[in-house]
């Protein structure tokens, strides 16, 4: 035998194990399928109340309601009082917790200090999109409405229209239960980066649901004419992403196009809001360079009886490390919640002294306009600020990016406190021009200090959103029983849990 036929042999021999085996996934894939695969739930438009989809997938949507575990307040003002300062002027610096489940997204919405005591359907303070990224009416409305006159008005006009927290419909087609795209603003981004959505693999498919929302994004002010002629304008859902989805890129675009969030109230400086890029950066990781998809991590399948499906109980992997982390790493359970507690700590300890920095950058700059310092002397600086809290909130907004992409979030949080300490560095100068070369920043140590530095008046805010609450708020879930868009049923065993009271 000479060698080419020893080399075919050996090849084939190799070969032929690899296509058993992965007809065998394939196989066990569509045996999944086809046991998950129950009746059409809705035969046209969107279908959002999560217990119409119950009946046909019942694991699936019995896994799902377990997100309603996940519902502690973990008020973060409190926990880092810089950020009350850093967010000066914004509505972040009025109430901001952690994520809980996707249960509660709805009404984490309706609660955070940050929307508001809307009393009508015209008043704000928040717009329309603001409810985006919070339930499956979303999609419904759209396809009704249409995606301009979604995104026009304001947040209170849509009040009685959601109903339901994330679900089913937010991620699925309601007639085939297939995944699904259900945000425009994903489909376009996709495009600029050259990617159409249509021939998405089916392993993609299982992040990209995700980067529906957890992703940055801006409101794009976007002029219509709507069929009546009448002449509007719509704050459309965009993502930055035309030159890429790095901080440095999208730090770039928002530049071009002179973009601002809001002007900070102490530095006066043109604030960037990182949203939170929790896609965009954990594709810089390993796990999404090697194609770990976020589902093999926070949705991975279970076994019931005969039955094998997704655990559609959406939370930290490190509750289920067996079903998640152990389909794929061999070591004990306690050496990876070791290892991604050593991640967290370095973040937090560099992410401590970058949110310090910015928040003293912040006041010293308050302090140098109050001296009189003039818009030439204090342009570049601002600039520092800018790019430098850009880059902290970009790395760390997500959550999970200490874990996603380590390497990523370090970096970032290391110019983040570059910049902050160059804004600082020039700041001491202007300061002694002004014969304030001693100058140190107010004590911002705990949250109510933080906030009054920062001008925010809790109580009021409070009482404000303890009466829309008790009135409007009320009137929405009425509403919405009676359009029969709202069942009761999902909503057993919801707790009503605030930073506030
Ligand atoms: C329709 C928008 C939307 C989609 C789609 C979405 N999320 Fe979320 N997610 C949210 C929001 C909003 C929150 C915060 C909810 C809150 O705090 O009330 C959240 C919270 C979370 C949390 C924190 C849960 C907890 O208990 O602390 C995790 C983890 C998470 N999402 C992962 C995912 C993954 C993985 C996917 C894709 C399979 C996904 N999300 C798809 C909007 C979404
Ligand atoms: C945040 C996005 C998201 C939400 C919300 C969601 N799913 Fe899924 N669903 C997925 C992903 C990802 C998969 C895995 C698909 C795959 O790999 O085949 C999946 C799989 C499924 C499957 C296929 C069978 C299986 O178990 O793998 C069914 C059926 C299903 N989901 C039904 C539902 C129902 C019913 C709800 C609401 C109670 C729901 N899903 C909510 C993302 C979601
Ligand atoms: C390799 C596994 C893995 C993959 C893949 C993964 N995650 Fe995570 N995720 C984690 C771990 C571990 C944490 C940290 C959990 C903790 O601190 O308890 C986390 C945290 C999070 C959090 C913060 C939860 C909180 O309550 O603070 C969100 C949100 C999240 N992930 C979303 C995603 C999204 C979206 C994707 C896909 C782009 C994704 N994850 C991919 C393992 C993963
Ligand atoms: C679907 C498979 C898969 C799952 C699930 C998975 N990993 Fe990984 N993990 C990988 C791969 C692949 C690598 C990269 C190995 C390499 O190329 O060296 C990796 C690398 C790592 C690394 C080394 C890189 C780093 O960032 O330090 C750690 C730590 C890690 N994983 C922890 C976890 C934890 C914790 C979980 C569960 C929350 C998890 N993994 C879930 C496949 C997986």
Same mark, same amino acid.
């Given at each position: 035998?000479?060698?080419?036929?020893?080399?075919?042999?050996?090849?084939?021999?190799?070969?032929?194990?690899?296509?058993?085996?992965?007809?065998?996934?394939?196989?066990?894939?569509?045996?999944r399928e086809e046991i998950n695969r129950g009746p059409v739930v809705k035969e046209s438009g969107v279908e959002s109340r999560n217990d119409a989809w119950a009946r046909a997938y019942p694991r699936q949507y019995d896994s799902w309601k377990k997100t309603s575990k996940s519902d502690k307040i973990e008020d973060l003002l409190e926990k880092k009082p810089?950020?009350?300062?850093?967010?000066?002027?914004?509505?972040?610096?009025?109430?901001?917790?952690?994520?809980?489940?996707?249960?509660?997204?709805?009404?984490?919405?309706?609660?955070?200090?940050?929307?508001?005591?809307?009393?009508?359907?015209?008043?704000?303070?928040?717009?329309?999109?603001?409810?985006?990224?919070?339930?499956?009416?979303?999609?419904?409305?759209?396809?009704?409405?249409?995606?301009?006159?979604?995104?026009?008005?304001?947040?209170?006009?849509?009040? /009685?229209?959601?109903?339901?927290?994330?679900?089913?419909?937010?991620?699925?087609?309601?007639?085939?239960?297939?995944?699904?795209?259900?945000?425009?603003?994903?489909?376009?981004?996709?495009?600029?980066?050259?990617?159409?959505?249509?021939?998405?693999?089916?392993?993609?498919?299982?992040?990209?649901?995700?980067?529906?929302?957890?992703?940055?994004?801006?409101?794009?002010?976007?002029?219509?004419?709507?069929?009546?002629?009448?002449?509007?304008?719509?704050?459309?859902?965009?993502?930055?992403?035309?030159?890429?989805?790095?901080?440095?890129?999208?730090?770039?675009?928002?530049?071009?196009?002179?973009?601002?969030?809001?002007?900070?109230?102490?530095?006066?400086?043109?604030?960037?809001?990182?949203?939170?890029?929790?896609?965009?950066?954990?594709?810089?990781?390993?796990?999404?360079?090697?194609?770990?998809?976020?589902? /093999?991590?926070?949705?991975?399948?279970?076994?019931?009886?005969?039955?094998?499906?997704?655990?559609?109980?959406?939370?930290?992997?490190?509750?289920?490390?067996?079903?998640?982390?152990?389909?794929?790493?061999?070591?004990?359970?306690?050496?990876?919640?070791?290892?991604?507690?050593?991640?967290?700590?370095?973040?937090?300890?560099?992410?401590?002294?970058?949110?310090?920095?910015?928040?003293?950058?912040?006041?010293?700059?308050?302090?140098?306009?109050?001296?009189?310092?003039?818009?030439?002397?204090?342009?570049?600086?601002?600039?520092?600020?800018?790019?430098?809290?850009?880059?902290?909130?970009?790395?760390?907004?997500?959550?999970?990016?200490?874990?996603?992409?380590?390497?990523?979030?370090?970096?970032?949080?290391?110019?983040?406190?570059?910049?902050?300490?160059?804004?600082?560095?020039?700041?001491?100068?202007?300061?002694?021009?002004?014969?304030?070369?001693?100058?140190?920043?107010?004590?911002?140590?705990?949250?109510?200090?933080?906030?009054?530095?920062?001008?925010?008046?809790?109580?009021?805010?409070?009482?404000?959103?303890?009466?829309?609450?008790?009135?409007?708020?009320?009137?929405?879930?009425?509403?919405?029983?009676e359009k029969g868009i709202l069942s009761p049923a999902t909503r057993k065993g919801m707790s009503d849990k605030t930073s506030y009271n």
């Amino acid at each position: 035998m000479n060698k080419y036929k020893l080399l075919t042999i050996a090849s084939i021999a190799a070969i032929v194990p690899m296509v058993l085996l992965i007809s065998s996934i394939n196989g066990k894939a569509r045996e999944r399928e086809e046991i998950n695969r129950g009746p059409v739930v809705k035969e046209s438009g969107v279908e959002s109340r999560n217990d119409a989809w119950a009946r046909a997938y019942p694991r699936q949507y019995d896994s799902w309601k377990k997100t309603s575990k996940s519902d502690k307040i973990e008020d973060l003002l409190e926990k880092k009082p810089q950020l009350a300062v850093i967010w000066a002027g914004y509505g972040f610096a009025k109430d901001y917790n952690s994520p809980r489940g996707h249960f509660y997204a709805l009404q984490s919405n309706q609660n955070t200090l940050r929307t508001g005591a809307p009393v009508d359907s015209a008043s704000g303070p928040m717009p329309t999109p603001c409810w985006t990224c919070k339930s499956p009416d979303v999609p419904r409305v759209m396809d009704k409405v249409g995606e301009l006159e979604f995104f026009t008005g304001k947040w209170a006009k849509y009040g /009685d229209e959601m109903a339901n927290s994330i679900g089913c419909a937010d991620c699925h087609d309601s007639k085939t239960a297939d995944l699904k795209i259900t945000r425009p603003h994903l489909v376009r981004a996709l495009k600029e980066t050259g990617m159409d959505v249509d021939n998405a693999t089916h392993q993609q498919m299982r992040s990209l649901v995700c980067a529906q929302c957890h992703v940055e994004y801006y409101f794009k002010k976007t002029a219509w004419t709507d069929e009546q002629g009448n002449e509007k304008t719509a704050a459309v859902v965009t993502l930055p992403w035309a030159q890429g989805t790095t901080a440095e890129e999208m730090e770039s675009y928002y530049d071009a196009i002179d973009f601002k969030d809001w002007t900070h109230k102490i530095s006066k400086t043109p604030m960037l809001k990182a949203q939170h890029p929790g896609y965009e950066i954990a594709q810089t990781g390993i796990h999404a360079r090697r194609g770990v998809a976020c589902a /093999d991590c926070h949705m991975p399948y279970k076994q019931e009886g005969a039955v094998k499906f997704t655990d559609h109980h959406i939370q930290s992997p490190l509750e289920n490390i067996a079903g998640s982390c152990l389909q794929c790493h061999r070591e004990s359970e306690a050496d990876l919640v070791a290892v991604v507690k050593a991640k967290l700590d370095r973040k937090e300890q560099l992410m401590e002294i970058a949110m310090d920095n910015l928040a003293k950058a912040h006041l010293e700059a308050g302090k140098a306009w109050e001296l009189g310092a003039t818009e030439a002397e204090m342009k570049e600086i601002l600039k520092d600020i800018r790019h430098g809290q850009w880059r902290w909130d970009y790395s760390i907004a997500s959550h999970g990016s200490f874990f996603h992409a380590p390497e990523e979030t370090l970096r970032l949080l290391a110019t983040a406190n570059e910049k902050a300490q160059t804004a600082r560095l020039k700041l001491v100068k202007v300061l002694a021009g002004y014969g304030a070369v001693d100058y140190v920043a107010p004590d911002f140590s705990t949250k109510e200090k933080a906030q009054a530095i920062a001008g925010v008046n809790f109580e009021a805010l409070v009482e404000e959103k303890v009466k829309f609450k008790n009135t409007l708020l009320k009137e929405w879930e009425k509403a919405a029983l009676e359009k029969g868009i709202l069942s009761p049923a999902t909503r057993k065993g919801m707790s009503d849990k605030t930073s506030y009271n």
